[in-house]
C-alpha cells in the first residue's frame, strides 16, 4: 500500500505555544490529505480536507484560525495548532487517497500531542 | 444516531477462532465500505476496501457488505495473537468524496 509519514511522532509543549506537525506522502502525489483527531478509546473524527493549491474545508465544530492546515506541495500537508490548550491534547493523524480511488485513505502513523 | 454503529466489545478470543467484526450505518448514499485495523498508539492500517454489496476475500480475512440491510462485517479466520487490535470500519460515498465515516471501533484480544 501506499505509505504517508508523519513528523514528528510525539510533541509534549507548554499552554499557549504553537505546534506544526507535518504529513507527507511518501511514493505518490496527492493534491488532498485529510487531518483527523483521535481522543483515547474514540474513534477518528474529521477535522478538515487539505487541498492542494487552495484553503482547507473545515468541519462543522472545528476552528479554522485555530488549527491551520496548509498544504504546500504535491506531498505535504501541515497542520498548525496555535495557542495550545491542554484540551488539544491528542492523537492527530493524517491520511491520503491515492489517484483514482479516492476513498481508499492511507493514514500515516499519527502525532501524539500533550499540552502542559 | 451515529451514520456508523460499532460495538466497541472489547471481543476476546482463543488463538485459532473465527472472529466476526460488524457494524451498521444508516446513510444509503454510502457505496465504499473499508475496515481499518490500529494497533495502540498507531495509525489505522487498511485492510479491506470494497465497493458496493458482497463479498471479498484477502488471505484470513473477509469483508462482507449487504447493502439491502446497510450491514458491513469482517471475519477473521485462523485468528493470531498479533490480530489483537483496535478495527474499524469505515464508510464512504455520496457528495462526500474521500471523506470518511468511522465506527467506534471494536477492541479485539486473541489470546494464546
Known amino acids: 500500500g501506499a505509505v504517508v509519514s508523519q513528523h514528528p511522532s510525539w510533541v509534549i509543549c507548554k499552554s499557549g505555544t504553537s505546534v506544526k506537525i507535518e504529513c507527507r506522502s511518501l511514493?505518490?502525489?496527492?493534491?488532498?490529505m485529510f487531518w483527523y483527531r483521535q481522543f483515547p478509546k474514540q474513534s477518528l473524527m474529521l477535522m478538515a480536507t487539505?487541498?492542494?493549491?487552495?484553503?482547507?474545508?473545515?468541519e462543522q465544530g472545528v476552528e479554522k484560525d485555530k488549527f491551520l492546515i496548509n498544504h504546500a506541495s504535491l506531498t505535504l500537508s501541515t497542520l498548525t495548532v496555535t495557542s495550545a490548550h491542554p484540551e488539544d491534547s491528542s492523537f492527530y493523524i493524517c491520511?491520503?487517497?491515492?489517484?483514482?480511488?479516492?476513498?481508499?485513505?492511507?493514514f500515516g502513523p499519527g502525532t501524539r500531542l500533550t499540552v502542559l | 444516531q451515529k451514520e456508523v454503529e460499532q460495538d466497541p466489545g472489547p471481543l476476546s478470543v482463543p488463538e485459532g477462532a473465527i472472529v466476526s467484526l460488524n457494524c451498521t450505518y444508516s446513510?444509503?448514499?454510502?457505496?465504499?465500505f473499508m475496515w481499518y485495523r490500529q494497533y495502540s498508539r498507531k495509525g489505522p492500517e487498511l485492510l479491506m476496501y470494497?465497493?458496493?454489496?458482497g463479498n471479498k476475500e484477502d488471505g484470513r480475512f473477509t469483508a462482507q457488505v449487504d447493502k439491502s440491510s446497510k450491514y458491513i462485517s469482517l471475519f477473521i479466520r485462523d485468528s493470531q495473537p498479533s490480530d489483537s487490535a483496535t478495527y474499524l470500519c469505515?464508510?464512504?460515498?455520496?457528495?462526500?468524496?474521500?471523506?470518511?465515516?468511522f465506527g467506534q471501533g471494536t477492541i479485539l484480544t486473541v489470546h494464546p
Open positions: 469505515a464508510t464512504a460515498g455520496g457528495t462526500s468524496y474521500g471523506k470518511l465515516t
Open positions: 446513510n444509503s448514499a454510502f457505496q465504499y
Open positions: 511514493d505518490f502525489q496527492a493534491t488532498t
Open positions: 491520511s491520503a487517497p491515492t489517484s483514482g480511488r479516492g476513498n481508499e485513505q492511507f
Open positions: 487539505s487541498n492542494e493549491g487552495s484553503k482547507a474545508t473545515y
Open positions: 470494497t465497493y458496493s454489496s
